[in-house]
């Protein structure tokens, strides 16, 4: 009983040294404090508890934008010793600290740094091969590959475990895992290509997560069918460009599809399609503004145009 006493009084006195020792005094000009401090930590830290490591290797973190970028010989030896202290906990071997709450402080506190235009170079060498290490874990969970797999709706049957945002049409990814950067990125590719399928609406929605009998907000911006919608509709505007006979139509109602081209008749059926579309959505999920949707589209065809017209 006495010695479970001591231990715990010892692990609660190695945990206030060492928030002491990184506290204010804890500065880069100091050599003699810097260095015999990282080291001392270092002797001590197998006696601290995990989620003081993590303090600990949180405080670490922030503290990498007070060792500047270039640095001369001068700091050679309070740079030493800080990366080493820092390779000491993100070794696995030594197990400090969970190697997933190792990845969450990296991720919160050292790409902050990275964003402000901070971090030596040795510590990012240091903690990217940190973090590529999960990287084979996060293709397993995340099936690597698929944004590239376009499925055909009724005939793909993992079609059905798609799962993307409703607002940003990206993947729903579980946890901090270093996934691939096309994972991170909007899925609009992917749901284009379902949508331009026949049968796809109820897919869409099962995908998205759609709620049925939305209220539409004052003042919002473009949601993601709208804009498959606008990207459906610019798309189809420009393949009927490419057949005159398609203008000639003037009666779609007594429009013959055994005298007509398979383009100009794939094109009709497109049209019909869309039409189909949108009144579903518009009835069922009651989620399309129709001003939001004219004024989407004229920028979506200005745009176009512009395009075309400097490529002229």
């Given at each position: 009983?006495?010695?479970?006493?001591?231990?715990?009084f010892c692990c609660?006195c190695?945990?206030?040294?060492c928030?002491?020792i990184l506290?204010?005094?804890?500065?880069?000009?100091?050599?003699?404090y810097?260095?015999?401090?990282?080291?001392?930590?270092?002797?001590?830290?197998h006696l601290?508890k995990?989620k003081?490591?993590?303090?600990?290797?949180a405080i670490l973190?922030s503290k990498i934008s007070?060792?500047p970028?270039?640095?001369?010989?001068s700091?050679?030896r309070?740079?030493?010793?800080?990366?080493?202290?820092?390779?000491?906990?993100?070794d696995?071997d030594?197990?400090?600290?969970?190697a997933y709450?190792?990845?969450?402080?990296i991720?919160?506190k050292f790409?902050t740094v990275?964003?402000?235009g901070?971090g030596h170079?040795?510590?990012s060498?240091?903690?990217?091969v940190f973090?590529d290490?999960?990287?084979?874990i996060a293709?397993?969970v995340?099936?690597?590959?698929?944004?590239?797999?376009?499925p055909?709706?009724?005939?793909c049957?993992?079609?059905?475990s798609?799962?993307l945002d409703?607002?940003t049409?990206k993947?729903?990814?579980?946890?901090?895992?270093?996934y691939d950067?096309e994972?991170n990125?909007?899925q609009t590719?992917?749901?284009l290509?379902?949508?331009?399928q026949?049968?796809s609406?109820?897919t869409?929605?099962y995908?998205l997560?759609l709620?049925?009998h939305?209220?539409l907000?004052d003042?919002?911006?473009?949601?993601?069918?709208?804009?498959l919608?606008i990207?459906?509709?610019?798309?189809t505007?420009i393949k009927?460009?490419?057949?005159k006979?398609?203008?000639?139509?003037?009666?779609?109602e007594?429009?013959?599809?055994?005298?007509?081209?398979?383009d100009?008749?794939q094109?009709v059926m497109?049209?019909?399609h869309?039409?189909?579309?949108?009144?579903y959505?518009?009835s069922?999920?009651?989620?399309i503004?129709?001003?939001l949707l004219?004024?989407?589209?004229?920028e979506?065809?200005?745009?176009?145009?512009k395009i075309s017209?400097n490529?002229c």
């Amino acid at each position: 009983m006495i010695y479970i006493v001591f231990l715990c009084f010892c692990c609660c006195c190695q945990r206030i040294i060492c928030r002491y020792i990184l506290s204010e005094n804890f500065e880069l000009n100091n050599e003699i404090y810097w260095v015999n401090g990282l080291n001392f930590i270092e002797r001590i830290i197998h006696l601290v508890k995990y989620k003081e490591v993590r303090d600990i290797l949180a405080i670490l973190l922030s503290k990498i934008s007070l060792i500047p970028i270039k640095c001369s010989k001068s700091i050679y030896r309070q740079v030493h010793a800080f990366h080493n202290l820092i390779a000491l906990i993100l070794d696995r071997d030594t197990s400090l600290l969970p190697a997933y709450l190792v990845l969450d402080e990296i991720q919160n506190k050292f790409y902050t740094v990275l964003q402000n235009g901070n971090g030596h170079w040795a510590f990012s060498k240091l903690i990217s091969v940190f973090v590529d290490s999960f990287r084979p874990i996060a293709k397993i969970v995340s099936h690597s590959g698929r944004p590239r797999i376009m499925p055909i709706v009724g005939y793909c049957f993992w079609i059905n475990s798609l799962n993307l945002d409703e607002k940003t049409a990206k993947y729903k990814l579980k946890g901090l895992l270093p996934y691939d950067k096309e994972l991170n990125e909007p899925q609009t590719t992917l749901l284009l290509q379902i949508i331009e399928q026949n049968n796809s609406r109820e897919t869409i929605a099962y995908i998205l997560s759609l709620a049925k009998h939305q209220n539409l907000k004052d003042n919002r911006s473009i949601n993601i069918i709208e804009k498959l919608l606008i990207e459906l509709i610019v798309s189809t505007v420009i393949k009927s460009c490419n057949y005159k006979s398609f203008f000639e139509i003037n009666n779609f109602e007594q429009f013959d599809f055994n005298q007509m081209e398979n383009d100009v008749v794939q094109i009709v059926m497109l049209w019909n399609h869309i039409a189909s579309t949108t009144l579903y959505f518009i009835s069922q999920y009651q989620n399309i503004s129709f001003p939001l949707l004219i004024t989407g589209l004229l920028e979506k065809l200005y745009e176009h145009c512009k395009i075309s017209t400097n490529t002229c």
